[in-house]
């Protein structure tokens, strides 16, 4: 592993469960960790989410670290409607991923979802949202985006039943400008989710990232399960998560095997919402 990765998460790690924690209430922890589980709840949060990955590039001797800094607003639109704005703002460190390219590092490309929910469950118990999704060509170098202008719809559903939450996630995003020397894009992302909350507010999460790119017609399986406990700092609610997974299928130079992630998501006052 490179040593500005291994300097980077072990900082990341240091931070994440070394900083001073305050006891959570029962009830209210176990509620506020279960909402964390459901992508349309109006909260605004700010969640880090840290990914390694190896195994990469032609040769498997590639390793990838990747920041997600990925804030959600809600946004109040009536009493029956909300907006919810998720963003996801990619920091990429990697090294021999491109052979000959040595390491790169810097800002990958932004992605935009808003999703249009009500703020009522259907009588059957489902939450839904429906919306756009942009893709920024925001890379900081060449080998960390794609150099393209993508958009398309995206949507999610899912139930909390208990101590429960299970849903899909899904988008698709087609490239309408930007380099024309880059591959045109033209991929589905699918989503699916499942956790399980205890009353003393620690969650077990399970869920997969699957990803198709139809002009290879690749795809990119990951399973991820994860443990994460709703703590304070000072007043402040913050998930703390970590969890690994495993490639079930990649391209021939995407990342194999095990992979790990690491996660802080902050729960913030919601200045654009009310319930």
């Not at 924690?21 to 922890?29: H, M, Q, S």
Request: charged fraction near 15%; hydrophobic fraction near 45%.
């Amino acid at each position: 592993m490179g040593k500005k990765i291994r300097v980077i998460i072990f900082i990341l790690t240091i931070i994440a469960f070394t900083s001073p924690l305050f006891p959570v209430c029962a009830d209210d922890g176990a509620d506020l960790a279960q909402d964390l589980t459901n992508p349309l709840a109006d909260l605004m949060t700010i969640p880090i989410q840290m990914n390694f990955d190896k195994d990469i590039g032609a040769e498997d001797e590639g390793e990838r670290l990747r920041i997600n800094i990925q804030p959600v607003i809600p946004f109040h639109i009536n009493e029956n409607w909300n907006l919810i704005s998720r963003t996801i703002v990619p920091l990429i460190f990697q090294d021999d991923v491109f052979l000959s390219q040595g390491s790169q590092s810097g800002l990958g490309d932004i992605s935009l979802s808003l999703f249009l929910s009500p703020k009522q469950a259907t009588k059957n118990g489902l939450l839904w949202g429906i919306g756009p999704i942009f893709l920024l060509p925001s890379a900081t170098d060449s080998l960390l985006g794609g150099e393209k202008w993508g958009a398309g719809p995206t949507a999610v559903v899912l139930t909390m039943r208990g101590p429960w939450t299970m849903g899909v996630l899904a988008n698709h995003v087609w490239s309408f400008a930007g380099d024309d020397d880059r591959s045109d894009i033209s991929s589905t992302f699918v989503q699916p989710f499942v956790s399980y909350t205890w009353p003393n507010a620690w969650t077990l999460s399970l869920q997969s990232e699957t990803d198709h790119n139809w002009r290879t017609e690749k795809w990119s399986v990951p399973v991820n399960l994860a443990l994460s406990k709703l703590v304070y700092f000072g007043r402040l609610p913050v998930s703390l998560q970590a969890g690994m997974g495993y490639w079930l299928d990649s391209p021939e130079t995407g990342p194999e095997g095990w992979r790990f992630r690491l996660q802080m998501n902050f729960v913030l006052p919601n200045l654009f919402s009310s319930k």
